[in-house]
């Protein structure tokens, strides 16, 4: 190093790889520990569940039932002459999200039918997924607003950063129209 206070490339590189071995050699009982305390709350959660909330409001308004994950994995409509789903196509919206180190992609997918009056009927189901991190766990709730002609989903997930470290959670609202299309807040 230089003295007027000037790091080199070349001294950076070699700070940089005894820092790497510091972590390597760090006791697996200290990483447990931090692991434990560092699952965060992704940006973006606080506004998701007042959208959410909001869309709440507007189900009760409209007397539309708030639907679980789990009770859409028990009413897939697949038709039985050629085992797709019927009537259905797969919509997916994304957001950038910085995960980690990570400015990831955060997409959630949906599969829904539409019937001849503008409706969404069926909803098969709803996925979230990352470009680079992944989904260790997630559940969604979802209502139909607008007289059928929306379905509105939030999702609640545990992401684990790209290289398995630090563990978020966040709270994410999406928006799926009878027009194929969607949009994700």
């Given at each position: 190093m230089k003295m007027n206070g000037i790091l080199t490339r070349r001294d950076f590189l070699g700070a940089s790889v005894l820092a790497f071995q510091g972590v390597l050699l760090m006791p697996d009982a200290a990483h447990a520990d931090q692991a434990n305390a560092s699952v965060l709350?992704?940006?973006?959660?606080?506004?998701?569940?007042?959208?959410?909330?909001e869309a709440v409001k507007r189900a009760d308004q409209e007397n539309s039932p708030i639907i679980s994950s789990e009770d859409d994995l028990c009413s897939i409509q697949v038709d039985p002459l050629n085992g797709v789903y019927s009537n259905a196509r797969t919509v997916s919206v994304s957001k950038r999200s910085q995960i980690g180190l990570i400015n990831d992609v955060i997409i959630i997918s949906a599969d829904y039918g539409v019937t001849s009056t503008n409706r969404i009927s069926p909803f098969n189901w709803a996925r979230i997924y990352c470009s680079a991190s992944s989904v260790k766990h997630s559940n969604y709730h979802r209502t139909?607003?607008?007289?059928?002609?929306?379905?509105?989903?939030?999702?609640h997930a545990e992401i684990v950063a790209a290289g398995g470290w630090p563990t978020y959670v966040g709270d994410f609202y999406a928006e799926f129209y009878y027009t194929f299309t969607g949009s994700f807040m």
């Open positions: 709350e992704l940006d973006g959660s606080i506004e998701a569940r007042e959208m959410w909330a139909v607003l607008d007289g059928g002609r929306t379905n509105a989903i939030s999702f």
